[in-house]
């Protein structure tokens, strides 16, 4: 069956450095991959796509990479800031389809 | 709209007992997604929607869900005789055609259904 798996304990990172967190899937061949970021008591946000032929995305302190070999992502917060802490979550998404499908996310605490 | 609304935004009801949860997307949305997530997890798929066309419904885990979109704008997911296992906070996504290039979802605040 599909599996999408991100780290499920926190990451605790300093302010200012760079926080990555991981995201591997098996038995799923997406187009799409996705970042969203979640609050506590709030729906997902979008933040990022890249597709599957794209290695790499940045957009202003993120950046996110694809390797359809391995089946990872790795989204990278650089320059940290108590701001950036929530809920990160991953979602894959096919070339024909709508709904995605979420990893269980990862919260990230970035400490003053 | 601004966003996506949803109400109520709690729910608390006895076993057994029918609800009706509302989401009202973005104006001019096309798709409408209802998902739902567990304490601690990733939201999961339940239903999707094309205007006012079910086009997947292959996520609602049983005949007791029911999910409506009859004018293509506002939706309804009703649970009829809930269970415990029913407690969640329930999503509503909706996107639109132009939205494709990055294929985002924009997600209402989530309705918490907590079932006694």
């Known amino acids: 069956s599909q599996k999408i798996e991100q780290n499920s304990e926190a990451l605790n990172i300093q302010e200012g450095k760079t926080a990555t967190l991981t995201c591997n899937y098996t038995?799923?061949?997406?187009?799409?991959l996705q970042w969203y970021r979640q609050d506590p008591g709030r729906g997902p946000v979008f933040l990022l796509l890249i597709r599957e032929n794209e290695k790499e995305k940045r957009k202003e302190r993120l950046k996110v990479t694809f390797d359809t070999t391995l089946k990872q992502s790795l989204f990278h917060i650089t320059a940290s800031q108590p701001a950036d802490s929530a809920t990160y979550l991953c979602a894959l998404l096919k070339a024909a389809g709508n709904k995605l499908t979420f990893g269980g996310g990862t919260r990230v605490l970035v400490k003053p | 709209g601004a966003g996506v609304s949803q109400s109520p935004r709690y729910k608390v009801a006895k076993r057994g007992q029918d609800v009706a949860l509302r989401c009202d997307p973005i104006s001019g949305h096309v798709s409408l997604f209802w998902y739902q997530q567990a304490l601690g997890q990733g939201p999961e798929f339940l239903t999707y929607?094309?205007?006012?066309?079910?086009?997947?419904k292959s996520g609602l885990p049983s005949d007791r869900f029911f999910a409506e979109r009859p004018e293509g704008s506002v939706s309804t997911l009703k649970i009829q005789r809930t269970q415990q296992e029913d407690s969640a906070v329930y999503l509503c996504a909706s996107s639109s055609r132009t939205s494709g290039a990055t294929r985002a979802q924009y997600f209402g605040p989530g309705t918490r259904l907590l079932v006694l």
């Open positions: 038995n799923y061949s997406p187009a799409y």
């Open positions: 929607f094309q205007n006012e066309a079910q086009l997947d």
